[in-house]
């Protein structure tokens, strides 16, 4: 059984930066898995962030809002994995998911709210 759970939300000024932890248990970084961030703005659906394979030196995969401003990064060492957000602005104001999967399995945390705002 895999479990998420995010940490690091809470609320940035236009500009600033956070970041976003997700501790996984269930060995998922042990696996040929992948991990990432979802996030859902108020009123609309999820969307993909950003995602990484675990045991792969693969580039990780963005969103096209994101790039260039969100870093995504693991330390498998740790069973965690991390969303640097920098450059904040409105837009990115929701609530994200940490995500896994593996063996066909999608697992999810139960999201941290992000909120950008003056």
């Known amino acids: 059984q895999v479990q998420l759970v995010e940490s690091g939300g809470g609320l940035a000024q236009p500009g600033g930066s956070l970041r976003l932890s997700c501790a996984a248990s269930g060995s998922i970084f042990s696996s040929d898995a992948m991990v990432g961030w979802y996030r859902q703005p108020p009123g609309k659906g999820r969307e993909l962030v950003a995602r990484?394979?675990?045991?792969?030196?693969?580039?990780?995969l963005y969103a096209d809002s994101v790039k260039g401003r969100f870093t995504i990064s693991r330390d498998n060492a740790k069973n965690t994995v991390y969303l640097q957000m920098n450059s904040l602005n409105s837009e990115d104001t929701a609530v994200y998911y940490c995500w896994g999967t593996r063996y066909g399995i999608s697992y999810w945390g139960k999201g941290t709210l992000v909120t950008v705002s003056s």
């Open positions: 990484i394979y675990c045991n792969s030196d693969g580039s990780p």
